[in-house]
T-cell receptor
């Protein structure tokens, strides 16, 4: 069982909708991550938060907006997405930035 | 640049050992990982090895690290149908703390 919880598990949205993905961990980890994974590909890093501050943005389009309200929560706000944004979005956390990362089960996102 | 390579497919008979191989380029990597991804699921941190170790054993799993050849392997003893999954090799380059470089993944299939 994963100790990183992601909600919702599935999300279908239109290109004009606004939605948010949520990630939660209670392991005391201070680094949290968002990844995007397309079918049959490895995950691609999107954002890294370290001690609740954004430390890495891998040139992600502004229609994806991350937020870290506290050390246990990580959100990904979505607005005006494109069909090519359909993918599995994975959240991960680690004790610190250079420690092994633990992943959630992901949110499968479909853009109509 | 940093790169991780692994073969795409492996087919093994149930009960036999599976050996999944991986090569990497960054000799300063701190951690090397094996992640398992079952269909429709997130990534499970299967095991990892610190770069100053040569071998790590955990029940049916044995990880071997050859730093000279930059080669990492995962051996699964007594392979079962539940081991069917994609296995990702990954490294944590010392130069890029917080980033994991993933291989393309090896799909392990089990035949009766």
């Amino acid at each position: 069982d994963t100790e990183v919880t992601q909600t919702p598990k599935h999300l279908v949205m239109g290109m004009t909708n606004k939605k948010s993905l949520k990630c939660e961990q209670h392991m005391g980890h201070r680094a949290m991550y968002w990844y995007k994974q397309k079918a049959k590909k490895p995950p691609e890093l999107m954002f890294v938060y370290s001690y609740e501050k954004l430390s890495i943005n891998e040139s992600v389009p502004s229609r994806f907006s991350p937020e870290c309200p506290n050390s246990s929560l990580l959100n990904l706000h979505l607005h005006a997405l494109q069909p090519e944004d359909s993918a599995l979005y994975l959240c991960a956390s680690s004790l610190a930035g250079d420690q092994p990362q633990h992943f959630g089960d992901g949110t499968r996102l479909s853009i109509l | 640049g940093e790169d991780v390579e692994q073969s795409l497919f492996l087919s093994v008979r149930e009960g036999d050992s599976s050996v999944i191989n991986c090569t990497y380029t960054d000799s300063s990597s701190t951690y090397l990982y094996w992640y398992k991804q079952e269909p429709g699921a997130g990534l499970q941190l299967l095991t990892y090895i610190f770069s100053n170790m040569d071998m790590k054993q955990d029940q049916r799993l044995t990880v071997l690290l050859n730093k000279k050849d930059k080669h990492l392997s995962l051996r699964i003893a007594d392979t079962q149908t539940g081991d069917s999954a994609i296995y990702f090799c990954a490294e944590s380059p010392d130069s890029s703390a917080s980033k994991i470089i993933f291989g393309s993944g090896t799909r392990l299939s089990i035949r009766p």
